[in-house]
Structures are given as C-alpha cells and as structure tokens.
C-alpha cells in the first residue's frame, strides 16, 4: 500500500487557510473604502460593485 504524503496535504491546507484569509481581509477593506461619508454629512454604504455617481445637474433649473 502506499504511503500517504502527509506533508504535501499538510501544506496544501495551510496554503487554503492562508489564502482564504488573505479572500476575507481583502472583502473588509473594500466594505470599509465602501463607507465614505458624503459632502452633506450622511454615510454611504455600497454593498453592491455599483459605482455611485453624484448628479451634476441642478434640480431648480
């Protein structure tokens, strides 16, 4: 019977573990960049990949 390669399934897991945090630290930073806070004091929150464009038209004219 062969023997099983315990060290190379040893480190394949570290490797997952590793890059499955690196996956989650990077999904905070972009939900914190995602909360700016506006010219008039409010929170924005963008829990999409949509791109938020403020209008440059004035509404009075």
């Known amino acids: 019977m062969a023997k ?3 060290q ?3 480190r394949q ?3 997952a573990k ?3 945090k690196a996956e989650k630290r990077q999904r905070k930073q972009e ?3 995602a909360e700016t806070v506006g ?3 409010s929170v924005e929150t963008g829990g999409t ?3 938020v464009i403020p209008s440059t038209e004035d509404p009075g004219l």
Request: avoid cysteine.
């Open 4 to 6: 099983s390669h315990y």
């Open 49 to 51: 990949e949509e791109e």
């Open 13 to 15: 897991k570290e490797l």
């Open 39 to 41: 010219a008039d004091g």
């Open 31 to 33: 939900n914190k960049a």
């Open 18 to 20: 590793k890059q499955k």
């Open 8 to 10: 190379f399934k040893k």
